[in-house]
């Protein structure tokens, strides 16, 4: 029998070997165009893909376009910079803590639904958990939000145990915190809701539906954001079966195959093995999880509740008004975002008290045989919901389907699959032993992919992946800059294309010790003349992959903007070049 010191060591030692993969060559990676995107970096201002955010202004403004998320991350990181400043490693430290946190959340959300055998072994696979220690290195919101996801449902059964003021507090905030953070986290605190709606009776759901609605009011400024962003995902897939082969095969514990790859033996024996096995022990955990007998004692107590749902609704309103008034272009937009919240304000406690009129249907949802296994389980309404939403939503054509965005639902499978292991019984020693050392490994296999950002799992650019064209020519900008740097001279002007992919190489080339500038998109011959005319004899022209490879992008760029031109010196990094343009010489290649 698990002792409360011996769980408390493996907690420890958990946290340990965790932390020290996460820090391990914390900086080693180049920063990758979906981290360029955190605010306080020294760029140029002509930069585009993001331009220069210095203030909170900059960061609410600028994530309407040409960013496709809601501000809430690049707010939290506007603070960390701040604080510790734009190093590399500085800044992703802070996906290292929200990665602790997640490993300390899992310890005890596991304990509260499973017990201390099933939160230990949870928390191992999640602190040993490849992919998770991938993001947990990378300025992406994702480990943030499996994290707060673990933290909210600690919360939630808590106080459907003992009900703290506090406890309601930190609910609220969180969750309204999570939904600012990114758009895949509504369809978790949906999840969360039905659980409430299903499991919890009287009082003790009108007041936890009247918290997690109060968090979506709080967030309701986010609505602005999807009016702009929503047109703006084209590139998410909408491979399903892949990613519930990707997804049930231990929380992603494998890169991501393509439906297309999964077609062709014995290579896709691995993954589909994977999912069997982890589907397999996420059935039989799911049957362990903690059953709730709804109480439906004590009375609605919605009216106490009003006052603060008005409250949370004004603040929505103050939001709007203070942050995105100037953005807002249509005023049918504006009065919706503002006035809505005070009708569901006023509204939901009167429906929420005549909940009870429902309680039949709902009990039989939940105690029917088979819906019920899963309508009964946090961890499976946590995972089940987000995944029934985002199916729904390919069906009427709209793809949200992507690896990353569903590390925040990995903690979930993974905790259930670790109840199926310690419910295997003699199995269990041997089999949680053999996982717990697949799992160590898989972090030498995402430890090769040399890319971060969106190319973690489609570096490689191969067909059917989600991320075609583009990142099969992903660059290593600080190997580039690294080869590249020591060559340059006081004087030297470096020219750099301003498109998204290649903009990350401007952190390593900071203004103030570098003059970079990018050429002309429009212009007549007579307006290019006048722009060469002020060019320097020496000037570093630099490809970074696009549609074409370094190569045909240098010789495009060189012939158009640079006639005349000739290199002298040639620099490579992985997946971008940079040559030395000279008037009429010729090329003397280096390679670093």
Known sequence: MTTQRSLLL?????????????LY??????????????????????????????????????SLSPDVHPPGYHLVMLGWNGTVGTGLRAMRLSSVLAGLAAILAMF???????????????????????????????????????AIALITCILLVQLADRWRGWRAAALVLLTAAGLWIDYYFWPLVAGQILWVLLNLR???????????????LLAFPVFVYLRFHIVLEGHLGNDVLAHLVWLTGFGGLLPYVPRASLVNFPGALLPIGASVIGFSLWVVGLRRSRRRSPDASGSSGMRANLPWLLIAAAVNAILIEVLLVESIDRRRLYVAVVLAPFILAAAAPPLIRRLHRADRVLDAIRD????????????????????????????VGRSLFVDYTLVPLMPFVLVLIAAGIVASRRAAVPLAIGVLAAFALSNYQWWAIRGGGRSAANWHGSEGSAWPG??????????????LIPHVEEGDVVLVRSE??????????PPDEYTVIAPPR?????????????????????GLGGDAGPGPTLDSLANHFLPGHEPTIAVHGYGGEARLMVPGTTLDSQRN
């Open 500 to 509: 998204w992919w290649s903009e990350p190489i401007h952190y390593y080339l």
């Open 368 to 395: 029917h045989r088979i819906v019920g296994v899963v309508t009964t389980s946090l961890p499976a309404m946590v995972v089940v919901t987000p995944l029934l939403l985002f199916v729904g939503a390919g069906l």
């Open 108 to 146: 005890g959300f596991a304990r509260s639904v499973f017990g201390g055998r099933t939160a230990v072994l949870a928390t191992g696979l999640l602190a040993l958990h490849g992919y998770h220690v991938f993001w947990s290195q990378q300025l992406r919101p994702w480990v943030l939000l499996s």
């Open 25 to 62: 060559e914390l900086d080693r990676r180049t920063l990758s165009h979906p981290e360029y995107w955190v605010p306080r970096l020294d760029v140029p201002e002509h930069v585009q893909h993001p331009p220069p955010r210095h203030g909170v202004r900059d960061v609410v403004e600028q």
């Open 202 to 216: 009287g009082d003790l759901r009108a007041r936890a539906l009247s918290l997690q609605l109060g968090a979506v």
């Open 470 to 483: 583009t990142y099969a020519h992903y660059a290593d900008y600080q190997e580039l800059a690294g080869s």
């Open 522 to 542: 429009h212009g007549t011959e007579e307006e290019l003349e006048i722009w060469r005319a002020g060019l320097p004899d020496r000037l570093w022209l630099v």
């Open 10 to 22: 493996a907690l420890l030692g958990a946290l340990v070997i965790g932390g020290g993969l996460r």
